[in-house]
């Protein structure tokens, strides 16, 4: 093994496999990065509908609590 790395071929074939490795990495490292940004981008939309929700369904639960309140305030002036 050691006396083939040390011939032109062995030498070729190291730097390929070397090449190929870092090649590999790159590829994988842009992959990795437009996997983060499509997932960033998907949880941005997530929280955005998400923080509509949750502010739509809390001023109609206050609405709810207020205006039986507002109904009951206005009952004795109605009826007196």
């Known amino acids: ?7 032109p ?7 390929a496999l070397g090449a190929a490795v870092e090649v ?3 590829g994988a490292g842009k992959f990795s990065d437009v996997v ?13 509908t998400q923080s509509k929700t949750l502010v739509l369904l809390f001023i109609r639960d206050m609405a709810m609590g ?10 004795p002036w109605l009826l007196g």
């Not at 983060?36 to 955005?48: A, G, V, W």
């Not at 207020?66 to 009952?75: G, N, Q």
């Open 1 to 7: 093994m050691l006396a083939r790395k040390l011939s």
């Open 9 to 15: 071929a062995g030498l070729v074939s190291s730097v």
């Open 24 to 26: 590999g990495k790159i």
């Open 36 to 48: 983060d940004k499509k997932l960033q981008k998907e949880f941005e939309e997530r929280t955005n």
């Open 66 to 75: 207020i205006f039986p309140l507002v109904v009951l305030a206005f009952v």
